[in-house]
Every structure is written in C-alpha cells, then in structure tokens.
C-alpha cells in the first residue's frame, strides 16, 4: 500500500491540489479557481471531491493526511484568518471544514512556512536545524526554524521577515507602513526600484516590465536592471545579517522565481550580508538558492507538513 | 538535604558567586575580582576552592549543580569565546576547567540568556512559552525565548539583539559597524544622544553623566533629559516592533538598571512599538519590565540554568 499526502497550495487565483510520496514525487495534480468560490465550505467540498475521486481509481494507495499552504494560515488554530489577497473575510476554519470529509490528519500553515518544511523535507535544509527560508514573489515570506522545529510564536504568526521595517520613513508598503523589505524586495518593489532608475537615466520603460524582463535586460549589460538587482540584493543582504542576530541560522535559503536572477541577484546579497554581520557570525553562514523542485514547490511544501510529522 | 545551584555571574570587573535554591533565594554570596586572575584555571581553581568551603560548614544542603552567566559565554562548547571585556583572550573552556573539580553538571551561558532564563524559572515570564528578554545595561543584549526553550542559534550565539542595524551609516557601535541598537540604547548610547540634545539647545553638561542622572533631570522637567528617554523609547519600540516579526512573542522584558526608569522610557517604547508593529500583531505583545529582584538578578539568572534542566 503506497502512503500519499494531499498537498494544497490555496493562493489567490488558483487551488493547486497534488498527491505526493515521501520522497517528494508529485504523482499527480490539478487546480481549481480560488475566487470561484464565495463559501469557503462548498470550496472544501469540492477539495475533498477530487481528492476522493483520486483515491477512488487505485487501490495500492491510501491518504495519510492532508497539508495545506495559505496566506495568513495558522498552524494554531487551523483558519485561515483575515487574508488580504482571498475573497473570504474574516476567520475562515479551514481545518475543521476539512475534518466534516476527512479521518486523516489536516495541517495548515502559511505558504512561506510550508516552503521552509518543503526545504527541510525534500530541498537542501535536510539535516539542518537551525535555518530562514525567505520566499521572494508577490510579497515577501518567510519561515523560520529553530532545533529542527518551524517556529509559529505564541499565535500562530511568526516569521514575518518581509515587514521588517528596515528604512523608517521609507517606500510604502501593502501593509499601510513604510520602508517594509517587502516594498523593496518583492516582485513589485523590485519593478519601483528599475522605474526609479531608469527616470534618473530619464529613460522610459519599454513594453511589461517584471523581474523576469529586468533579469534579461541586465544580463545584456543594461545599467538600469544590473543596478537594480544589485540595490535589491543590497537591502536583502542588510536585513538578513539582522535576522542572523536573532536565530543565528547555519544557512538562509531563497526560494521564488526571482531567485532564478542567479549571481546578480545571489552576489551582491552575499556581499552586503557579510558586510554588514556581526563579527561573530561572519564566514558561517551560507545564503543558498531553495532545493525544492520549483514546479511543485508549493505543493511539495503543504504536502511536506504531514511527512515531517 | 536542601539542594542548592551555584550561580557565577562573571563580569569585566567583578565575578559573584552566590547560592541559590529552587524558590530563588540568594543564601550567601560574595565576589572576587575578575581581572585579578590571569590565567583562567587559577580562576577556577579559587572558585571552586570558594563553593567547597560554603557547603564544608553545613551539613544539611548538596550542591546539585554550577550556572555561569559571563560575555560570550557559549551554552553548546560551554567556553568563553572572544570576549571584549575580559582579560581572558580567545576560546576560554570553562565548563572544563570547572569539571576538573566537580561532578555536578556545569552550564555556560551569556549573561542576558542567562537573565532571560531567571524570568522564566523566578520572573515574570514563569509559564510564558515565548518572550524576549532585553537588557539594557553597559551594551544592549537579549534572550529569546521560543516554545519554552533558549534559542541558542547553530552556533550558540543566536540573539544578539543589541547589534541589529537600524539605522544603516548611523552612530558607531563599539562592535566596529554603525547604526546598531546598541549604539542609541546602551547606558553609553543614552548618554550621548543627551549631549547631542544639550548642545543643540546651546547648553553645557552639569557634573557626570549617567542614564541615571538623566532620568531625575527628566523628572525635574528637563527638555533634553525628557527627550533622550522619549528618543529612546522610540528607537528601541522601532527594534522590538521587528523582532516581534521574527519569533511573534508573548511578551518583552525590560531587564537592567535603566528600566528603573519607569513610565519615562516604557510609554515611548510601547507607543512606538504598537505604532510600528505589523497589523496582525498590534495589541497582542506585552512590553513588561523584568519580575528578578534586582540585586541578585545576575545570580539567579546564573542559577536558574541549573534549575530549568
């Protein structure tokens, strides 16, 4: 009988829900729309529909649990509680609506929490007991762990390294504050960040800019996009040498596509960390690139929840 | 039998040996020069020659164990490594150096762990599963507090709260870097933004000056004096709002002299801190001073390693 966790990365367009084996192959997955759903309990239905329709064609495969990745997700409590980017308010119970379909263990946490189990699960932190994983993309996550465990805090929200708030005063946030490592090291801070150098060149932008087009335009010697990954692996070098200050973590991984910018973005964050570390901390710890499969990343990451318990 | 721990609390200037039982009464204790010893083993040796000769004249109490708070000291090598402030250069083991003259378990730690331990076993953090410990004093150190356990870091150096950069290019730290916590908040720290506030109001600095001195000018009205704890405040709202975002804690202590400040310092740090915190975490954590009677803080911080085991 081959075990499988239902993973489930519930972000704010699509529901991505796969089947995974410990050894971290997605055997299979599909998606549904978020916003489709306007009551969270008939969404959970029709989760709990395919995930027994899944199980329904094969008989050599049994559920052992199901692990959930959302924004705001509290391990705690098992809601999903006042998430900005989904179309339900409030405190939605995630877990106990699964628990009406389902005998097997259910496990909420964030996506950035999920991500750094899936690190520690399947990706380069195995073994490791002591790490940061931040997820560059829309926003800025993180998870921290400490002795081998994830670290929630005493309400479930801990680990929320993107609204650090390195430069009082600074760019606006999502959040309502300023100067947020958020508003500069996500994909949109990271997009500000080429537009404001570009106006100093008094040049405009030509055609959709994303990360993805800045990393081009700088690995064809473009100025304005090679000083942009260089400012922003600047600011994320400075805030990760303070988190070093707090949990002291043997290695600090980056996972998101932005990450794929490779050494323009990897250098210069490498080189503003060490720069600004404490000297007791110097040369020991790494800034590495996530080992999770990137394709099945989220879904690595929820199912990882139930494998790592 | 009554069992009792002895705890060290080794400093630049003094080392204090006291001994402590499971209720954190200080039975008896006394000091001996740090400075005065340049090897490290005849240190040990006079300590060790100090506890024996306690417990030789009572018959009816057992030594069940040795705490050591000191600078730099390392809870996982159980060695003093690289301290500033003693004359003791490089790795000093002195957990081994104590186990040649006892059986009983000997734990090393850093004096603010060691402080952030004592509130959890005699303070005002007992049953608290996550909080922070600040203490403010010479430099600015802390302990955090995750699940009930010391977070020691992969190193045994994790919380160094008082050299977070807050201010990149700001005030130098005695640490070699600028714009560390420390450098605002620390007695020094304090200080100095005082005499830059006097000389912006064209005034001369009356007799010495301490965070102490300051504190009575501020409840006689002083502008500047009133200013400097305000300033401070904020700074050190502004810091802890960031570590909030880290490890999510309970509650914050507020350990050290300076915090006899009182209502000067605290409502400043606690405006600023709500007014700084991400909204997910406004109105949750608790800004408290320390509950370790104050004379023997040092030493029940010491003694409580032992205790907690």
């Known amino acids: 009988m081959k075990k499988l966790v239902a993973g489930l990365d519930i972000g704010g367009t699509n529901t ?5 084996d410990s050894d971290g192959n997605c055997l299979y997955k599909t ?8 009551d969270p309990a008939v969404f959970v239905k029709d989760v709990a529909g395919i995930i027994n329709d899944f199980f329904a064609g094969q008989e050599d495969t049994s559920l052992i649990g199901i692990g959930i990745g959302a924004p705001n997700g509290n391990f705690y409590t098992g809601s999903i509680e006042f998430a900005p980017n989904l179309k339900w308010k409030g405190v939605v119970p995630l877990v106990d609506l699964f628990k009406k379909h ?19 699960v399947y990706g380069n932190a195995k073994g490791m007991k002591h790490f940061i994983e931040i997820t560059l993309g829309t926003g800025v996550g993180s998870g921290i762990v400490v ?11 801990a680990g929320e390294l993107g609204h650090v708030i390195l430069f009082p005063g600074g760019r606006p946030c999502g959040c309502g504050r300023k100067g947020c490592l958020e508003a500069y090291c996500s994909a949109k801070g990271i997009v500000v960040t080429y537009l404001e150098l570009l106006e100093k060149e008094g040049k405009e932008p030509d055609g959709e800019i994303t990360p993805y087009t800045i990393s081009v335009s700088a690995s064809k010697g473009d100025k304005a996009a090679t000083r942009t990954y260089k ?13 070093v200050a707090h949990t002291s973590p043997e290695a600090i991984f980056i996972f998101g596509g932005i990450a794929n910018a490779g050494d323009i973005l990897f250098q210069p964050i490498r080189e503003s ?10 040369n020991k710890v790494k800034i590495l690139p996530s080992g999770i499969k990137e394709n099945d990343a989220a879904i690595l990451g929820a199912a990882s929840l ?3 318990q």
């Open 306 to 308: 139930v494998w790592k």
């Open 31 to 38: 998606a549904i729309s978020t916003p489709g759903y306007d």
């Open 231 to 243: 400012v922003t692996g600047e600011i994320l070098g400075l805030a990760l040498s303070n988190s």
């Open 147 to 157: 002795d081998g465990n994830m670290v929630y805090g005493h309400d479930g929200f």
């Open 16 to 20: 991505v829900i796969g089947f995974v």
């Open 273 to 282: 960390f060490e720069k600004n570390l404490l000297p007791i901390y110097k």
């Open 102 to 120: 389902f005998e097997v263990p259910v496990i909420l946490t964030n996506d950035a929490n999920a991500a750094a189990i899936g690190e520690m």
